[in-house]
């Protein structure tokens, strides 16, 4: 199971690696799987849209952190108005300058649209991509 976000204490700080769990830890837990339990019979609702065009949209936030400085990038891939994979998280690495974490968050979304391309669907040969300055 993928989250695209860490769970978080009530005070907003995450929950990463827990070494000693807690209730807190068990009742997110619990939280995460009463949600599963709830939308286990939701899916994917893919409309055919006038166009079929793959379309990744993405951006960054430089040294957002301010504990370790490290980038949040993310992306969202989309087939024409449908929403077909998405991600969020740190870098990995401390980038420089917001151009360097740009570049990083492309690489992301360029790995994603070059997998989902790799199925050689006969309607699919092009993808558009999008950076995203807020």
Do not use: H
């Given at each position: 199971?993928?989250?695209?976000?860490?769970?978080?204490?009530?005070?907003?700080?995450?929950?990463?690696?827990p070494t000693a769990p807690t209730t807190v830890h068990w009742n997110a837990v619990k939280r995460v799987l009463r949600y599963l339990k709830g939308t286990l019979y939701r899916g994917l609702h893919i409309k055919y849209p006038?166009?079929?065009?793959?379309?990744?949209?993405?951006?960054?936030?430089w040294a957002c952190c301010p504990?370790?400085?490290?980038?949040?990038?993310?992306?969202?891939?989309?087939?024409?108005?449908?929403?077909?994979?998405?991600?969020?998280k740190k870098q990995a690495v401390v980038s420089r300058s917001s151009t360097e974490s740009e570049y990083r968050a492309l690489a992301q979304?360029?790995?994603?649209?070059?997998?989902?391309?790799?199925?050689?669907?006969?309607?699919?040969?092009?993808?558009f991509l999008y950076c995203v300055f807020l």
């Open positions: 199971m993928t989250v695209g976000k860490p769970l978080s204490k009530s005070d907003g700080t995450a929950i990463e690696n006038d166009r079929l065009a793959l379309a990744g949209f993405f951006n960054a936030d504990d370790d400085r490290q980038s949040l990038a993310g992306y969202c891939v989309y087939l024409g108005d449908t929403l077909l994979s998405w991600s969020s979304v360029s790995a994603e649209l070059s997998w989902i391309l790799g199925f050689k669907l006969y309607w699919m040969s092009l993808a």
